[in-house]
């Protein structure tokens, strides 16, 4: 099973969650339903794998319905359609009647480039992060998806998983939920955190750099306690696979306390208007491991030359 | 059921009203509803202060949550909020908010004002309990006509009519307050979805009751319920 997706890995593990916990249900709007149907849920479970049809807010109204009887619902679809088209659902519809559910998405940020701006949106973490009491995971392997969907279905509370394309080569189960420590720099060295998938171009990009690079898969809450513990210098790079600098705002919350500079890399808020695949984004956002490193290095660069003690 | 040491009567609802001030914006929408709530709570709906919390309890979901002083002062007549609340109504220490919050007050079973959120929400709650097979249990919703212009609800409609989901009733509150109307009839609009459709008069007691105690096995139902026009 090494080589699942994380999208296959998910209906699987949806699909074992539903015959073993009573408390679990999923609703789906089409997308999703024939990944499902062969492991013979919507048979053994119709009133708890639901399909409602190309109805996303119902969806995510369903799901809260549910919630508010006690039942655990996983709604799922691509994430333009399920963060953005039920935006006030997700708000209104679980977090103001005070219950969670498990939103899971696929397409992440521009997955499907060849589907255009309808399909793409990289701003889902910025805009359920504008939501209190969400936690947000970002999983950058399937096993890690199925660690975190398990563990969600456990609680109660709102939780979002951006399933994605891209992953890294192996799992971090350290980094799931907190922030794991994948190098260590020398004393001062600059510090890298990545989140999720963008760990493997990270890894090229930094391979011959004194730096610490730090991975988690859950950027809300972020791990702001291993944050200060880790960073030992004052140049910090957070790299995500989504809006840049989405979590900016909590990596500077975690060192308010030390003087700092944070460096965002991130999808950019433009409109390409290309098609073509998700590398070819990647590069021209600059995402992959090259583009990585051009920034990576212009910014530690900038702060040496920056403090003539240093730059000599 | 237990018997309330205040247990109030019809009569009791204007002055009950007349305690709540200021929303003036809402006031009319608030007393067009006010004649159902009352047949719901005191001849239909399976539930009382005491059973907040029963899992075999009739949920009522006030889908207009715009104008809840006639939603209120029923709650207040049943002993769900005390009396002495009404008069903080809107205030920043009161319970009691221009649009109601299930995480507030005991007994409101969803947290509302946004249009167009009730009755999708009432769909998850009606097939969570038709999974755990809670016998009696039914799922009431009240919207209004114009609150049906939002599309959420049609797809609640549609999905809830091939769900049959026959614990469900929706009451709509028929003021032709809907912009654009809907030409053929709500009733004849919600019954191509495969639901059950009654109309009333919304201010006839004994007919809010017949319609909302129509049999309709397999399949949702649906009461129009009509009242004045601007009510």
């Known amino acids: ?312 | 059921m237990t018997t309330l040491m205040n247990a109030l009567g019809y009569g009791d609802l204007p002055r009950l009203l007349g305690l709540m001030t200021g929303d003036e914006k809402h006031s009319s929408a608030a007393h067009s509803t006010l004649d159902v709530l009352w047949v719901l709570y005191d001849r239909i709906l399976n539930i009382s202060p005491a059973t907040v919390d029963d899992p075999a309890r009739d949920r009522f979901l006030l889908s207009k949550g715009h104008g809840p002083m006639a939603y209120y002062a029923v709650l207040a007549a049943k002993g769900f909020v005390p009396e002495a609340a009404l008069a903080g109504f809107g205030g920043f220490d009161s319970n009691l908010g221009y649009h109601p919050d299930r995480n507030l007050i005991a007994g409101v079973e969803i947290a509302s004002g946004s249009l167009g959120h009730g009755l999708p929400l009432a769909v998850g709650r009606a097939l969570a309990l038709d999974y755990r097979q809670q016998a009696g249990a039914r799922v009431f919703v009240l919207v209004g006509d114009g609150e049906l212009d939002e599309g959420t609800n049609h797809e609640a409609i549609a999905f809830s009519g091939r769900a049959g989901l026959e614990r469900l009733t929706t009451v709509v509150i028929d003021n032709q307050s809907a912009s654009h109307g809907w030409p053929g009839g709500i009733e004849a609009r919600i019954a191509v979805e495969g639901w059950s459709t009654v109309v009333c008069d919304g201010r006839d007691h004994d007919e809010i009751e017949r319609a909302l105690s129509l049999p309709h096995v397999g399949r949702p139902h649906v009461v129009v319920a009509r009242v004045e026009v601007g009510s």
């Open chain 1, 1 to 312: 099973m090494t080589n699942e997706t994380m999208r296959q890995r998910f209906y699987r593990v949806t699909a074992d969650l539903l015959d073993a916990d009573l408390r679990v249900a999923v609703v789906l709007a089409d997308i999703g339903v024939g990944y499902l149907e062969p492991f013979g849920v919507f048979g053994r479970h119709p009133r708890r794998a639901i399909n409602v049809g190309i109805r996303e807010a119902l969806m995510v109204s369903t799901a809260g319905g549910m919630a508010l009887e006690g039942l655990r619902p996983i709604a799922h679809s691509y994430a333009p359609f399920l963060v953005e088209r039920s935006f006030e659902q997700v708000k209104l519809d679980l977090g103001h009647q005070g219950v969670g559910a498990i939103l899971v998405s696929i397409g992440a940020s521009h997955d499907w480039a060849e589907g255009g701006r309808t399909h793409n949106s990289p701003g889902d973490v910025a805009l359920i992060g504008t939501l209190p009491d969400w936690t947000i995971h970002v999983p950058g392997h399937a096993d890690e998806v199925e660690l975190l969907l398990r563990q969600a279905a456990l609680s109660d509370g709102p939780v979002y998983i951006r399933l994605s394309d891209a992953h890294n080569r192996e799992p971090r189960l350290a980094g799931a939920t907190g922030i794991d420590s994948v190098r260590r720099g020398s004393a001062g060295a600059p510090t890298i955190l990545a989140v999720g998938p963008m760990l493997r171009p990270v890894l090229r990009a930094a391979e011959d750099l004194d730096a610490t690079i730090l991975y988690t898969a859950t950027p809300r809450p972020l791990d702001a306690e291993r944050l200060r513990d880790a960073v030992t210098g004052t140049d910090v790079v957070l790299v995500e696979p989504y809006l840049e600098g989405t979590s900016a705002g909590a990596v500077a919350a975690a060192l308010v306390d030390r003087p700092s500079r944070l460096r965002s890399i991130g999808v950019p808020s433009v409109e390409l208007r290309r098609y073509g695949t998700r590398q070819e984004h990647d590069r021209v956002h600059g995402l992959d491991a090259a583009g990585i490193r051009t920034r990576l290095t212009a910014f530690i660069e900038h702060h040496r030359a920056a403090e003539p003690s240093t730059s000599a």
